[in-house]
């Protein structure tokens, strides 16, 4: 077989590059609902990201009551309050950011790890980190599918996840890791909403690759 | 604005979620190069990751020297036989699985978060393992562009994370997540290898979704 056997189409492959290329993480958002077979096709986009060992560490809690969504709302604030005063001399240009959109998204998904993950070794002997990447996978995912149904999402990780877990009745060993906003936008940003504030500004990529060994050019 | 402006077309769409559809966690290479062109294009996909407060904490190492390629493979075959043993009865199964394809693949890439990563507060100070989160985002990123260019992908945690990083020179502080085996392949598999050679079935997603509480079905 040649090489470009099991190549896509250039359309198609353009089409994969702009999901990647105009993907946000955002955090305006329009208070339209989100279509429920567009929220299961993103959900099944999720999970069919890889895991290691197949382990399938991702589970999502669509938080569907208000008071639920206002409590969330009310620890991220919490956390936001304390990295602002962590941050020290940047605490009040942090404090104007706009750093979730919580109450406004249509769909509030809370992204967790299960308990039980001990159980798996399969490539995690020495890296028992790997189920938070495989749901980080499944997250990204759905985030490049959402961007091709036209919708929004903001990955929001300032709580702190004993109150999450115990606010959705999580079991022991279990972990909440992102908070997920979802749902219809204005506008996607032309660049990540970081950089349009003027909070940093993304590094090229030649200063991420190196040759053979750490620090050397490629 | 209406609800689909910012959606893609439908041929776009059905682009993106066949890249997610048909992606698989490659072992399997024909040793035929990777175009340089074609890498360039997948590590920049890869930069376009979300990053947790655009700290963008992921570092590429291109492996070009055939004794380091040796070396790698070596270490992934000592976590190999000690991940056989931790598994006890399922130890001899284990064994038969191909669990790389060091080897053989095209183009060998490590994946690592860089050091200094403790003066990244924002979105961390509860979650410092946000930065793991957005390599993996870039990793994902990665292996959907790949498969879109009929490229296979085949992320390897199998490796002491110490003795990889003293192998490529890493400073104190960084650390290796992810031997990326990239190349051209015979052909995809048709579902997950660990599914196809009895190791374990995926789960539904129907048990990995939650409504407002953990346990409650969606």
């Keep these: 077989m040649g090489h470009s056997d099991h190549c896509f189409s250039e359309a198609e ?3 994969v590059y702009r999901a990647i290329a105009e ?12 279509a429920p077979e567009i929220l299961r096709r993103l959900l099944g986009a999720a999970h069919q990201a890889p895991s290691v060992g197949l382990m399938q560490p991702w589970r999502f809690i669509r ?7 206002q409590c969330i709302h009310a620890l991220v604030e919490e956390e936001r309050q304390r990295t602002a005063a962590a941050l020290g001399a940047r605490q009040e240009e942090f404090l104007r950011l706009k750093v979730e959109g919580i109450l406004t998204c ?3 998904l809370v992204a967790a790890l299960p308990d039980g993950r001990e159980r798996h070794i399969f490539g995690r002997r020495t890296l028992p ?16 599918a959402a961007r091709a149904e ?25 972990k909440p890791v992102a908070v997920l906003c979802l749902g219809h936008v204005e ?12 909070w940093t500004q993304g590094r090229q990529l030649e200063d991420m690759l190196y040759l053979d060994e750490w620090g050397i050019p490629a």
């Excluded at 980190?129 to 997250?139: G, H, R």
């Excluded at 036209?150 to 279990?174: I, K, N, R, T």
């Excluded at 506008?187 to 003027?198: H, N, R, W």
Aim: aromatic share 8%; proline share 6%.
């Design 13 to 15: 492959r353009a089409a």
């Design 23 to 34: 993907r946000r993480d955002m955090r305006h958002f329009r208070p339209d609902p989100v």
């Design 63 to 69: 938080i569907v009551r208000s008071d639920l969504r």
């Design 106 to 108: 249509g769909e509030l």
């Design 129 to 144: 980190e790997m189920d938070l990447a495989s749901v980080s996978c499944a997250i990204q995912n759905l985030w490049l």
């Design 150 to 174: 036209g919708l929004g999402l903001g990955w929001v990780s300032l709580f702190d996840p004993d109150a999450l877990a115990s606010l959705l009745a999580m079991p022991s060993g279990s």
């Design 187 to 198: 506008a996607f940003y032309s660049a990540p909403m970081l950089e349009l504030e003027g």
